[in-house]
């Protein structure tokens, strides 16, 4: 869900500016599920531009007040979302955890970085959803630790049904400042995309498993 439209539309101008969002059909992306992709979304960038970063930070901290007014635990998802997750946290003056994808095989083997949320009501931060499945890890996780998941709040989304499925299936809800939707009409009204490349991103998200196959 977008929680706002202009936003939704500055977010996607903002990552497009920074080269967070890369757009090569031509020469596709190869993603670590091994989907070919003719883009690629990499929002630890936004980390080295200050603009950005604030700017992101400032909405993530405004969603939080409309909507999780009495949040006690911002929880960033490793590793992609410590960085924006630490900085809504200072924000709102709350404490910051970050959970791995599994626990450390060394040292305390921890999973959760910070102190544990035992019953506390914990709001998750990330920066990108794609099926949703490395995401909802995290939430279990916080979830065998008895701690209350408010839901979560993620930069940006491919918006792929079975990222939507997954969610669904868990019950936490899912909002996002941008999505891939935004980024495309954004793109056409600035006449940086062609329609024949239109065609070929919409084609993409429709079947990003056999796409370029």
């Known amino acids: 869900m977008i929680f706002d439209s202009k ?7 903002e990552l497009l500016k920074i080269d967070a969002i890369k757009l090569q059909p031509s020469a596709p992306f190869t993603w670590a599920s091994g989907w070919k992709s003719p883009i690629y979304c990499d929002n630890r960038i936004a980390l080295s531009f200050p603009e950005t970063r604030n700017f992101l930070k ?9 909507k999780y007014t009495d949040v006690q635990v911002i929880a960033g998802v490793a ?10 946290a200072d924000a709102l003056d709350l404490p910051f955890i970050y959970i791995r ?3 450390k095989k060394h040292g305390r083997q921890n999973q959760i970085e910070g102190i544990v ?3 506390k009501k914990v709001l998750v931060i990330e920066d990108l959803i794609s099926t949703g499945k490395s995401s909802l890890l995290a939430v ?3 979830k065998k630790c008895s701690a209350e998941v408010m839901g979560m709040i993620a930069i940006f989304s491919y918006g792929f049904q079975v990222a939507s499925d997954n969610f669904a299936s868990t019950g936490i809800e899912l909002t996002t400042l941008s999505n891939y939707e935004n980024l495309i009409e954004l793109a056409k009204e600035e006449g940086t995309i062609s329609e024949e490349l239109v065609a070929t991103l919409k ?3 429709e079947n990003p498993a056999e796409w370029g196959v």
């Open 140 to 142: 279990e996780a916080l």
């Open 203 to 205: 084609s993409w998200r």
């Open 58 to 66: 400032t909405q993530f901290a405004s969603i939080v007040k409309r």
């Open 101 to 103: 994808p599994e626990a």
């Open 117 to 119: 949320p035992e019953g």
């Open 7 to 13: 936003v939704a539309k500055k977010t996607a101008s």
């Open 79 to 88: 590793t992609g979302a410590i960085g924006i997750g630490m900085l809504v």
